[in-house]
Each structure stands twice: as C-alpha cells, then as structure tokens.
C-alpha cells in the first residue's frame, strides 16, 4: 500500500492519483510494477459536498480509479480506530480531535498519519463506523 501525499480539491486528488497510476510501470521506487487498483480518497465536506466533487469522480471513473468518499472527512474514519463518536462534527473540530490521539502521528496541517498503529485497531473501528451507521436517519445514512 503506497499513500500518497496531496490533499486538496477532488480534481486535485485525482489527478494525482491518475499521474502516480501513469508512473508506477516506469519507475524505480515502485519496482517499475503497475497497481492493480489505484485509490482516491475524498472527503464529500458534508453539509454540502464540495463543487468540484462530481468533475473529478467522472474523471476518476474515466481513468479506471476506484474512490472512496468520506462523509464528512476521512478524519472521522480515523477517530473510529480510537474511540466511539456520536453526533456531529465539522472537518476541522474532527483533525483537532485526531491530533490528540498521537499513536497515528496525525497532524492536520500536513494531513499526514502513520498508517501501521491503525492497522491493529481496524476491527474495532470498523464496528464503530457500521454502528455509527445503523444509528443515523435514512436519508444520512447512504
């Protein structure tokens, strides 16, 4: 698993993502090996998704990426390996909230984490996430 390093506007993050696909068969540091899937990880920045959320998935789709939207950002995912978390939370006062869990290294204004503590914890947040889920009204939870 390679993650990348750009954080920004979705067509932004695509972009990226579709370069470092392009990339990867041609270059050193990825054993000049193509992906077998490239990943987009975009955050829908709930109440109102971003404007330039429905370009970059159409471009994403165009390119062969699969994605994955966070709702509202990618940090509440995050937080779930942690602890359990109830009602809501803006982007910022979520990033804030992770900063304290310093097992991750998450820091909010490099948008940069340590992916291997996670990995142990995953089980437990993903049964928080599914009941964070079967909580929330019908029309929130899709």
């Known amino acids: 698993m390679e993650i990348g390093p750009r954080h920004g506007v ?3 993050l695509v972009r990226a993502a579709v370069k470092h696909k392009e990339r990867a068969p041609r ?3 990825d054993r000049f090996t193509p992906y077998d899937e490239v990943w987009c990880v975009m955050d829908v ?3 109102a998704a971003h404007p330039d959320l429905e370009r970059a998935l159409r471009i994403a789709r165009d390119e062969g990426l699969r994605v994955a939207l966070s709702n509202p950002c990618f940090e509440l995912w995050l937080l779930l390996h942690f602890q359990e978390l109830r009602g809501y939370r803006t982007s910022e006062a979520a990033q804030k909230l992770l900063e304290k ?3 991750c290294g998450y820091n909010a ?3 940069h984490l340590t992916y291997a503590p996670l990995r142990a914890l995953h ?3 993903a049964e928080r ?3 964070l889920r079967a909580d929330a009204p019908p029309d ?3």
Do not use: F, I, L, M
């Open 10 to 12: 979705p067509t932004e």
């Open 27 to 29: 270059s050193r540091e």
């Open 45 to 47: 920045e709930a109440p």
């Open 101 to 103: 869990h310093a097992a």
């Open 109 to 111: 204004d490099r948008k």
């Open 123 to 125: 089980p437990a947040a």
């Open 129 to 131: 996430a599914a009941s």
């Open 140 to 142: 929130r939870a899709g």
